[in-house]
């Protein structure tokens, strides 16, 4: 026979909605707090408020959330009933032997790491950060100083949707910071905001650095800007061979410098699939490729390859076994005179991809 309080608890559920059933291999507690392993092994843990009576809850939930009080849920293993869960996207309670334990939700807890915000173009920054598991989406915002008002600039659907691309004045100084949204019902939920990422003017960029009046909009255009360099490599015997490569005029020291300690360590580089300068798009976004402005080499491409995330480990790139991978000594060398390097990417990785301005 069910408890009094207990019945209460049902009978709201079966007034509000339905109640979903759904499977839990577990529950343990130490101390004070439980653990819910579900049956698809992921883990909810909560600690116990004793300040909390579940019925007094659970009549001020159904209160103050009227939109989502149609996600409570029963938990139950083989039929047997082991707790009873109230999601609201924003915290979980559970009750389990009397006991409410309260659970926030790994995708409003977790915080999105902001990683970059680089100058893509003249007027507009690429903004990258990390995945949250659980997140429906993120919000990009955007303040002209640390402290002042942050207004928001993007909204990307989707877990794993890292990257935006803004609009900015090349004067200007911008602060960013990015927060996870999920949906419940008809309410929409911010998780809590990340770190904050300062983008410079253009004049302070890497990007400005290269073209002070702005990037070149032709071939023609930044042939100007470009110098062929020879390069000493190792071939596939480990002997000395060359490749030359097209570079902007202002990278040619810090790229010899690379090769050279790249050949100095013995690491091989394919002549057939390497480059650098092309005039070209984005193969990801219609914006033109940084490939057209002489600051990014792909070494070893085949070896190297682009990969969205669900393809990370079942690509030919594997610097444990295979020599003409890119391997952190390579990755260390290539930051230590200022590129960066594709593989970091959060978005996807371009494991062939050395870049001075990040893009």
């Not at 939700?105 to 977790?110: F, G, P, R, W």
């Not at 993120?138 to 928001?152: A, E, F, I, Q, V």
């Not at 090349?170 to 998780?191: P, Q």
Request: charged letters at 20%.
């Amino acid at each position: 026979m069910l408890k009094k309080g207990v019945a209460i608890i049902l009978a709201l559920s079966i007034i509000l909605i339905p109640i979903k059933a759904e499977a839990a291999n577990r529950v343990s507690v130490s101390g004070s707090t439980v653990t819910i392993t579900m049956s698809n092994n992921q883990k909810l843990t909560g600690k116990y408020v004793p300040s909390y009576r579940y019925i007094k809850w659970a009549k001020a939930y159904l209160r103050e959330y009227p939109r989502t009080g149609n996600n409570v849920k029963v938990v139950v293993t083989r039929g047997t009933q082991v707790g009873r869960i109230w999601n609201n996207s924003k915290w979980t309670a559970v009750l389990y032997q009397k006991k409410c334990y309260f659970i926030e939700n790994a995708a409003l807890t977790q915080v999105p790491s902001l990683k970059c915000a680089d100058w893509v173009s003249g007027s507009q920054i690429s903004v990258r950060w990390t995945a949250v598991p659980g997140a429906e989406g993120y919000c990009l915002y955007r303040s002209r100083s640390k402290t002042g008002k942050y207004t928001r600039v993007a909204t990307n659907k989707g877990v794993n949707n890292l990257r935006a691309i803004v609009s900015e004045s090349r004067g200007s100084v911008g602060y960013y910071k990015v927060c996870t949204y999920n949906i419940s019902g008809s309410e929409t939920i911010y998780g809590r905001s990340s770190n904050i990422v300062v983008c410079d003017t253009y004049a302070k960029s890497k990007l400005g650095y290269l073209f002070p009046s702005g990037p070149p909009t032709s071939d023609a255009a930044m042939r100007k800007y470009l110098v062929n360099v020879t390069l000493p490599v190792r071939t596939a015997t480990g002997g000395k061979g060359t490749i030359t490569l097209p570079i902007h005029k202002k990278l040619v020291n810090p790229v010899k410098s690379a090769f050279n300690d790249m050949y100095n360590i013995g690491f091989k580089v394919r002549k057939a699939d390497t480059g650098s300068y092309n005039w070209r798009k984005m193969t990801t976004l219609p914006l033109q490729s940084h490939h057209s402005y002489g600051c990014v080499i792909d070494i070893n491409w085949k070896a190297n390859p682009l990969v969205t995330l669900s393809q990370i480990g079942k690509s030919a790139y594997n610097p444990s076994t295979n020599p003409y991978s890119i391997n952190q000594k390579v990755v260390n060398i290539w930051k230590k005179y200022g590129f960066s390097w594709g593989g970091d990417w959060t978005e996807k990785k371009d494991y062939m991809h050395m870049t001075y301005t990040n893009n």
